[in-house]
């Protein structure tokens, strides 16, 4: 049979646009004059001394404000797209366009246990728990710490958590420290395993996610770390956030431009550091609070799409989220939450989606919710999928083989391809009477049985001794 090519497109993914790129264009204008006319609050005296440097104006003691041509230069050294590589040293997750990878938040203060269905406060050993299961889940691509430990010294937590994540996956790491000291800590750790520095810049498997206060407001902590990632040349993942009606403009317009003078303000003081050094914008922000109840909602519609809409125009890396809930509890709520939000963070071509199994908005994190996740973006992957369309696929042949009365049920065609189909791991597609006949188990309750057969079978990927005592040394002594 002739082959069909004539006119031909082929579509890797599926992927939408929330505003187009004239609106995008008037944000990014916008956030141009926001910064030569506000100018941004800089609380670091090296930060505000290096923009001045650059060619910033610079009032008071740190009050910059930055010409757009040192924006327009930031842009011409920056990388549009970085890889983040495993430990084992294999990339794994080339950062660039709309590929979409998947990981965990972190720092939950508090656990929904799935042993005993209890709320409790998080420990060091739920942060293993949650390497371990993230290290087995096979759509799970980089790692976050997951929890908060309330049993470790609070000035070292995020040691602790480091060294914990590095013995028990060989997935990348995103990391969350408390000051640039614990970072560049964290980063030493992270040097051991690699073999040296230089290893480690050029096949890096660990990147920062640094809390900026807000747009306008850059606080030192933010700063030093932006600072010190940049001289390293390591990825910097550089998130301001506003509170729209608090700390920006309650119209979405106004909160995305103060956003956007944010990130840009970290863009060209990265640049100015070191050209090249690679960094990631959010994919997310903008929201408003509940104005009924004052509280700051994940689950939110409008602000949806735009951020990354943003991003993809920059052509820079972005951090997104998804999978995360409102809820406190795995219910009906977390699970269409997080569906929506993970759909919603495939189609926006978010390269690195976190937040996985978050609940309350970030304060509680559950293993089975993580898990309900890994089977949902499973789900999106195969939706959203290229769709092979050749002689092969359409097989006339067979068709015309079979005939109008023909089944297909054990021809070798169908052997060969059926593996391809989405089958799931966790939903239940079986009918009432074999789902009552094996326990009436719901997806929660299949979910918590398979969490625990992962963590009492999965083994991750050990690292030698002498690794993991320099590591520890380094943790420990501080």
């Known amino acids: 049979m002739r082959g069909i090519s004539v006119n031909e497109q082929s579509f890797g993914s599926a992927h939408y646009a929330r505003i187009s790129r004239e609106q995008c ?5 916008a956030s141009l004059e926001i910064l030569e006319r506000t100018g941004l609050r800089i609380h670091d005296e090296e930060a505000v001394s290096v923009l001045k440097k650059g060619g910033a104006l610079v009032s008071g003691e740190d009050r910059v404000r930055i010409p757009s041509g040192l924006v327009e230069r930031a842009f011409s050294t920056v990388p549009h797209r970085f890889t983040l590589y495993n430990r084992l040293g294999e990339p794994v997750m080339p950062i660039e366009g709309y590929r979409c990878f998947y990981g965990t938040g972190s720092d939950c203060l508090n656990i929904i246990d799935h042993r005993t269905n209890t709320y409790r406060s998080a420990v060091l050993n739920d942060v293993r728990e949650a390497t371990i299961l993230s290290d087995a889940l096979g759509n799970i691509d980089f790692v976050m710490s ?4 309330s049993d470790v010294d609070r000035h070292a937590y995020d040691l602790h958590q480091m060294e914990v994540m590095l013995n028990n996956t060989a997935k990348p790491i995103v990391i969350v ?18 073999g040296s520095q230089e290893a480690l810049r050029q096949n890096p498997f660990v990147t920062c996610y640094i809390n900026v206060t807000t747009g306008l407001r850059h606080n030192e902590e933010a700063l030093r770390k932006l600072i010190y990632l940049a001289r390293k040349g390591l990825p910097s993942l550089y998130i301001p956030i506003v509170s729209a ?21 970290g863009l060209v003081l990265s640049q100015l550091v070191r050209e090249g050094a690679p960094f990631a914008m959010p994919g997310w922000g903008a929201r408003a609070i509940n104005m009924k109840t004052a509280s700051y909602a994940y689950f939110t519609a409008d602000d949806k799409g735009v951020m990354a809409a943003m991003a993809h125009y920059f052509g820079l890396p972005m951090f997104d989220y998804g999978g995360f809930s409102d809820s406190k509890a795995v219910d009906q709520q977390a699970g269409a939450e997080a569906a929506v939000s993970l759909l919603f963070a495939t189609l926006n071509g978010g390269n690195i989606i976190h937040d996985l199994g978050f609940l309350e908005a970030g304060l509680i ?9 890994d089977e949902l973006i499973d789900w999106i992957r195969h939706a959203l999928g290229p769709v092979d369309i050749s002689d092969e696929t359409l097989a006339l042949d067979l068709i015309d083989q079979k005939g109008p009365d ?7 065609h169908t052997f060969k391809h059926f593996r391809k189909l989405w089958t799931p791991t966790l939903i239940d597609q079986k009918n009432y009477d074999r789902w009552a006949a094996e326990g009436k188990k719901t997806l929660g309750t299949r979910t918590s049985e398979y969490v625990e057969h992962l963590l009492n079978t999965h083994k991750p990927e050990p690292l030698s001794q002498e690794v993991q005592s320099k590591i520890r040394d380094i943790a420990h002594n501080s």
């Open 245 to 265: 009606g608090l700390t920006a403009p309650v119209t979405l317009a106004g909160a995305a431009a103060s956003t956007i003078a944010g990130v840009l303000g």
């Open 406 to 412: 023909g089944q297909f049920l054990d021809d070798e």
């Open 365 to 373: 994190g559950s293993l089975v919710q993580l898990t309900i996740c």
């Open 25 to 29: 264009q008037k944000i990014h204008w």
């Open 146 to 149: 997951f929890f908060l430990p």
């Open 177 to 194: 420290t408390h000051d640039e000291v614990s970072m560049a800590k964290c980063i030493q750790m992270a040097e051991a395993v690699a």
